[in-house]
């Protein structure tokens, strides 16, 4: 299995950074059978905040031998070095001689290092736009140099809403990069102050510089219009916010350089762009459809006094914007040449599986953590969640034995995950039935599949009970099995999640055994049993409370299989659990070998030992408390 290594020097906000950890979320979510590790080599200047709103573990490397042993841990190891303007190979040259890694480097300043020219071991070098492609293959006549425009993973935007702003009689615009000797001039400010336009401007700055450059900016007072100077904002959800509220970004550099990632963002937010007549940045711009070049300062004020003056025109160049950026730009056809390079240099053969990405209820990302959305919970209310793909002949058994349970209030949530059988029509047709028992329903239909982790993932964000329940399509719940469970709850105020046994069945649903639920022997755990390969946890009924603070962290959107064991291991790590050994379940078996056997085939397997290996490692480095589970008496 192919291991892959970002390497990085500094983690201060910039362009590289944020490009490199695009890349790593578009690999981990298109491509998730690759591991990847990102690893920065210097704390000088770190901006922790920033890379945790990117939501990419990151870890520091002490010197260069704690990576080499790390790379050399590792099978099939592929390095991708984020190069910066200062940075130096002499860490690639250590690489090199002491692992077998192929080593991608990624040119992300467009700036001559000539150094680097001696280093000729390099598998790709990597530049992100054409313009710099040419410029490479002459500073570096003797390295492969490949060009791979930057991109962003669009899906992380969808949902963060913009910041409200009164924009009558206004126009609202903004830019972002570091205010240094490159990209920032007085000149551009005085523009910005001084343009005469129909209504007036207001022109929001995002960033800072180095040696309190930004402390002395000059903006003269009582100007015609106004900018303000933000400063720089580490949290990824905040500067998406502003940016989202802007009608367009202006965006001006004193010379050539590589793709702005800025650029990138605002696009991925569908607000158009206006910039300077500057490589390589205009490679990106398709004028009248996600923006204009603009040759001088009056020509970008005819440009802006035109969208003024027509509305319409501005409001269909946003939605042209962002159709563009999705099928153009995005970062999952960055992904795509990424992953086409690694499978050449190491010559992997085998078909690569590729994850479709989420084009809906997305993620929001809040620094380190997942943030969920917040809805109002009803404190009596248990909710069943429910993800299906190809299961329109198993939904009739499902929904029946729900219609069935006596307990009220009950919400229903089922996801679609992207079906080609008639799931999508008897789903929503069931809708009508649901309501006359008196249960609220919600129905969601995936773009794009997410898998089974994916799916019940996103659910999350539809759950308006205070007790769940996962269900999975082709099985079906015991009669009574909600109202059972819900009175475990209140004779048990201490617990926080219930698990319970099932009836094993076969694919006609006619009844057979008993499962191989269990509750741990007194001082072991969930974890304990699988690392014995017992199941512990698996068919069974799956339920958790309120009081479990982050339930998104129960679903590994990776996984398309062993779901429920990587439940059971993530929520005894949350609160006290209770085993019942009452069949509140109805597991519907199918035969080994079908395509509905996906928990039987070899690939199941090796995911649970994955699984079980991430426990492990997770509980060792943050020292997890784990929580005990006792059995109904």
């Not at 260069?64 to 099978?75: A, F, H, L, V, Y």
Request: aromatic letters at 10%.
């Amino acid at each position: 299995m192919i291991n892959i290594f970002h390497i990085i020097s500094s983690l201060g906000i910039g362009g590289a950074q944020s490009m490199a950890c695009e890349l790593y979320l578009a690999i981990d979510k298109y491509y998730h059978q690759y591991p990847q590790k990102f690893i920065y080599t210097s704390k000088a200047g770190a901006d922790q905040a920033f890379i945790f709103s990117y939501g990419v573990e990151c870890k520091f490397a002490k010197n260069n031998n704690w990576i080499i042993k790390k790379i050399n841990k590792s099978e099939n190891p592929v390095v991708i070095y984020h190069k910066l303007a200062s940075s130096n190979y002499s860490l690639l040259e250590s690489i090199r001689k002491h692992t077998n890694a192929k080593i991608i480097a990624i040119n992300h300043t467009l700036y001559h290092s000539p150094g680097w020219s001696r280093f000729k071991k390099l598998d790709r070098f990597i530049a992100v736009s054409k313009h710099m492609s040419k410029k490479m293959k002459k500073w570096y006549p003797n390295l492969n140099i490949l060009c791979i425009r930057n991109g962003v993973n669009q899906f992380r935007y969808e949902n963060i809403k913009p910041v409200s702003v009164n924009k009558k009689k206004i126009i609202l615009t903004g830019r972002v990069n570091r205010i240094c000797g490159w990209k920032f001039s007085q000149n551009w400010i005085k523009f910005c102050t001084d343009v005469k336009l129909p209504v007036k401007m207001i022109h929001q700055y995002i960033g800072s510089g180095l040696n309190g450059r930004n402390s002395r900016v000059k903006i003269k007072k009582g100007a015609r219009n106004r900018v303000e100077m933000l400063g720089s904002i580490s949290n990824f959800k905040q500067k998406v916010s502003i940016m989202k509220s802007w009608q367009v970004m202006l965006y001006e550099t004193n010379r050539d350089e590589g793709i702005s990632m800025a650029i990138l963002e605002s696009l991925a937010c569908g607000v158009p762009v206006l910039i300077s007549n500057n490589y390589g940045n205009k490679e990106v711009v398709k004028p009248g459809i996600n923006g204009y070049v603009f040759k001088n300062y009056n020509h970008a004020r005819e440009i802006l006094t035109d969208l003024i003056n027509n509305p319409k025109k501005l409001k269909e160049l946003k939605i042209t914007t962002k159709q563009h950026f999705k099928d153009n730009l995005d970062a999952k056809y960055m992904a795509d040449s990424y992953v086409k390079i690694i499978r050449e240099i190491t010559g992997e053969k085998k078909e690569v599986i590729k994850v479709n990405p989420i084009k809906e209820k997305p993620v929001i990302i809040k620094e380190k953590k997942i943030e969920i959305v917040k809805t109002k919970k009803d404190k009596n209310k248990f909710t069943i969640i429910t993800s299906s793909y190809n299961k329109a002949k198993n939904l009739r058994d499902w929904a029946d034995s729900i219609m069935i349970q006596n307990y009220r209030p009950l919400e229903v949530v089922i996801s679609n995950d992207c079906s080609t059988d008639s799931t999508r029509e008897i789903v929503k047709g069931l809708k009508p039935e649901f309501k006359k028992k008196g249960i609220e329903f919600k129905f969601v239909d995936n773009p794009e599949r997410l898998y089974c982790g994916g799916s019940y993932y996103n659910i999350i964000n539809y759950i308006t009970g205070s007790y769940t329940g996962v269900l999975d399509a082709d099985d079906m719940l015991e009669d009574g099995a909600v109202e059972y469970v819900m009175n475990l709850y209140k004779k048990n105020p201490d617990i926080y999640w219930i698990y319970s046994q099932f009836l094993w069945c076969n694919e006609k649903m006619e009844r057979g055994r008993k499962g191989l639920n269990s509750c741990p022997p007194k001082g072991q755990s969930l974890l304990s049993l699988g690392k014995r390969g017992t199941h512990g946890i698996g068919s069974g009924w799956r339920t958790f409370s309120y009081k479990i603070e982050r339930p998104d962290k129960l679903f590994d959107r990776k996984l398309y299989c062993a779901v429920d064991k990587n439940f059971g291991y993530r929520i005894e790590e949350q609160g006290p659990g209770l085993y019942t050994d009452k069949k509140l379940y109805i597991h519907r078996g199918h035969p080994i070998g079908s395509k509905d056997s996906v928990s039987s085939t070899k690939d199941a397997m090796e995911m649970w030992k994955r699984v079980i290996k991430k426990a492990e490692n997770r509980r060792k480095k943050y020292k997890k408390k784990i929580y005990p589970i006792r059995k109904e008496k």
